[in-house]
């Protein structure tokens, strides 16, 4: 019976501590997307309708939050569930890896993806719009000619690994210890352990 309860003990300890991880990870998603959208609200604030209030914008910064948080949990999810899978099976490092390739994927895809929306907003004044298809349709290559002599390409490309990789050391490193050690947790009785577990996995996924 004590053998059971200390292997329980260890598999809570190790479930929580990947929950919180993954928690660390889904919140540093939606700091960057929020960071994104208001980056680009900056930048083209002289084109905010006259007479917009304050109010208005955190209105508007709050119902991003609400498309962001599915993007978010989306890209955290591949880790989410390995962590979860990992933590009762006693794996070490499947979680770890794939949370870093995730973070990684999210951090390229989502600076690139601003860059582009930077340019196509200053071009077309819009977020991809019916314009887009006439970027594709036409002459690919006279596109890139412009984009190159237009913008300085070469420093915005060392800009973005540079931000690329000071964003993904850290939050490889936010990730490291959860909110909470796991020997503090241990301490806790069974119910107020199992409600906290399932409140992490409820805040993830609403």
Not at 28 to 33: D, E, H, T, V
Not at 51 to 73: C, E, H, K, N, Y
Not at 90 to 116: E, N, S
Not at 154 to 178: D, K, N, T, Y
Request: contains cysteine.
């Amino acid at each position: 019976c004590e053998g059971l309860k200390e292997f329980a003990h260890k598999r809570w300890g190790r479930l929580a501590g990947e929950l919180q991880r993954d928690l660390k990870l889904w919140l540093a998603f939606m700091a960057l997307l929020t960071l994104c959208r208001l980056s680009l609200l900056i930048a083209f604030h002289d084109r905010v309708a006259p007479g917009t209030g304050l109010g208005q914008v955190l209105l508007a910064m709050v119902i991003g939050l609400r498309f962001d948080s599915p993007v978010a949990l989306i890209w955290a999810a591949p880790s989410l569930l390995l962590g979860m899978i990992s933590a009762l099976a006693g794996w070490k490092r499947a979680a770890l890896v794939l949370r870093q390739v995730m973070t990684g994927a999210f951090i390229f895809a989502t600076v690139c993806l601003a860059v582009v929306t930077y340019g196509y907003f200053r071009e077309y004044g819009s977020q991809f719009d019916i314009h887009v298809f006439g970027v594709v349709e036409d002459d690919f290559g006279a596109v890139l000619t412009t984009v190159w002599k237009e913008y300085p390409v070469v420093w915005v490309v060392l800009g973005m690994l540079a931000f690329q990789a000071g964003l993904f050391l850290g939050i490889r490193r936010l990730g490291r210890s959860p909110f909470v050690p796991a020997k503090r947790l241990a301490r806790l009785p069974l119910p107020a352990r199992s409600a906290l577990a399932a409140a992490g996995v409820v805040l993830l996924v609403a």
